[in-house]
């Protein structure tokens, strides 16, 4: 039997996330994002010069 890949909705009876959690998940992923872009950005300057 295989497990399922993508875990669906929750259900109307499981308890909501903490929005602090969410607020955290959100902040680390936007500042990887703009990590990885920095980093991007800089490699790419320094292949031009």
Wanted: aromatic share 8%; net charge positive; no cysteine.
């Amino acid at each position: 039997m295989k497990l399922p890949i993508i875990e669906g909705p929750p259900g109307p009876d499981d308890p909501k996330r903490p929005v602090g959690k969410s607020l955290v998940w959100f902040a680390a992923l936007w500042v990887g994002g703009l990590a990885v872009v920095a980093a991007v950005a800089y490699a790419l300057r320094a292949l031009i010069l």
